[in-house]
């Protein structure tokens, strides 16, 4: 059985790979450690939350010494990094917690991975790294490295260190590296579930500058098959891009938005753009469609159907996280365990 430390298992995209995880592999158990910021949230793991398979904590990953007490605690044998500040807009406002988070916390990790002599470190990235492309062309795993953002900057950053662990010290790893996410859960700071709860109120939809920028959008239950593949196909070493292969605009995807819920576009309002703001990004997913035999299954047109029908059946969900009663969900379900 596989021993996983899941970081950032309460979040967005780390809450689906725990969710698709334990329902369709009976061999793993995980230990899923999040510091529950404003972005984790216990309501992501409803109805897992006596698996026997599952254990959370909460907790921060700078702190080493709890990272290595779950790891000899539980036998862990891989760690698999999800926990990151991944909101741009932040990171424009407020860098500091990025590197903090996301740099600080990666080395502690790493440095627990290669005391504790662990199988494997999965570094969750983003294309962002990259930089931005022109109108062509897509982005593989040798382009290099060309963070515009103090977010991507702080994951190129982790992802130097995860090389250089590898290289120094022989800490067995793998890198991957998504384009924008999308599905359940998602905390409505990111563009979908944002313009879905705004246009649910009949509120204004902002779109950066001309809405004109470009994303490779990716379902996240797709995301979260390829990180299995690479837990447990990839040889160490090796980086692999994980795609929707499905680009669009903006406001393509605000307006498919838009006329699922058939709402005007009348309620789109274009803002002043927000600083560096990379036009395109597109991720070849080639190498992990070759080698390791992933392919996205859900369309765009497809995906964003079911992340609006999720939404809208799932409106307390939104509503708390909105209003951060999700909280209370905490203090009731954990405070005694």
């Not at 600080?104 to 199988?119: H, I, N, S, V």
């Not at 006329?259 to 991720?283: C, M, N, T, W």
Request: net charge neutral.
């Amino acid at each position: 059985m596989k021993k996983l430390l899941v970081t950032g298992g309460a979040g967005f995209i780390g809450s689906n790979f725990v969710r698709m995880s334990l329902s369709e592999h009976s061999d793993c158990f995980i230990v899923n450690l999040d510091k529950l910021t404003y972005a984790g949230n216990l309501e992501n793991l409803a109805g897992f939350e006596n698996h026997p398979n599952h254990k959370f904590i909460k907790g921060d990953i700078c702190d080493g010494l709890a990272v290595e007490k779950i790891i000899d605690q539980y036998k862990i044998d891989t760690i698999i990094n999800f926990a990151a500040e991944s909101h741009v807009d932040r990171s424009i406002t407020e860098p500091k917690i990025f590197i903090e988070t996301n740099v600080t916390g990666t080395l502690t990790l790493l440095e627990a991975a290669r005391d504790k002599k662990l199988e494997r470190f999965i570094q969750i990235s983003t294309d962002e790294v990259y930089g931005q492309l022109g109108p062509e062309g897509k982005f593989t795993e040798k382009t290099p490295l060309s963070p515009n953002s103090p977010y991507s900057a702080s994951k190129a950053a982790a992802d130097h260190l995860v090389k250089a662990f590898g290289h120094t010290w022989g800490v067995k790893y793998n890198i991957s590296r998504c384009s924008n996410n999308y599905g359940p859960y998602q905390f409505p700071e990111k563009l979908i579930p944002l313009m879905i709860n705004n246009a649910l109120n009949n509120k204004e939809l902002p779109i950066y500058g001309d809405g004109l920028y470009v994303r490779d959008w990716l379902y996240v239950y797709d995301h979260c098959t390829a990180i299995w593949k690479v837990l447990t196909e990839a040889p160490p070493g090796e980086i692999y891009n994980i795609g929707g292969c499905s680009e669009k605009t903006n406001l393509e995807v605000v307006g498919l938005i838009l006329d699922y819920l058939k709402k005007p576009k009348s309620l789109i309002e274009h803002v002043k753009d927000r600083p560096g703001h990379d036009r395109r990004y597109a991720i070849e997913a080639r190498k992990i469609i070759k080698e390791l035999g992933w392919q996205p299954s859900v369309s765009f047109e497809q995906g964003i159907k079911k992340t609006i029908d999720w939404y809208l059946k799932n409106e307390v969900w939104l509503s708390n996280v909105v209003s951060g009663d999700y909280q209370k969900y905490y203090d009731s379900m954990y405070s005694n365990r």
